[in-house]
Nanobody, 115 residues
């Protein structure tokens, strides 16, 4: 059974940077895609970034040019580098891993950007 665990969240001033990490316990087979989603208070969970089939990246318009998704397969870890953070980026961030067999989610990590 694969379990995901995020880390790297916290409080940062506007304009600052954070890097979120998501480590996977167990060995996920036949990965189709991985990604990051976020949910702000009173809002629905939304896509932030995904990487599919090892090559195709998709970003929410609101984070394009500021966030970068990546994965280190040797470490079984995915990352979200977040630069030029804005107060509207404040949310709980969740990592997601989709394989041919299952869809996994982390427990979430809080990111708070102060103005």
């Amino acid at each position: 059974q694969v379990q995901l665990m995020e880390s790297g969240g916290g409080l940062v001033q506007a304009g600052g940077s954070l890097r979120l990490s998501c480590g996977a316990s167990g060995t996920p087979f036949r990965i189709k895609s991985f990604g990051w989603y976020r949910q702000a208070p009173g809002k629905q969970r939304e896509l932030v970034a995904t990487l599919s089939d090892g090559v195709r990246t998709d970003y929410a318009d609101s984070v394009k040019g500021r966030f970068t998704i990546a994965r280190d397969n040797a470490k079984n870890t995915q990352y979200l580098q977040m630069n030029s953070l804005k107060p509207e980026d404040t949310a709980v961030y969740y990592c997601n891993l989709v394989t041919a067999f299952n869809d996994y989610w982390g427990q979430g990590t809080q990111v708070t950007v102060s103005s």
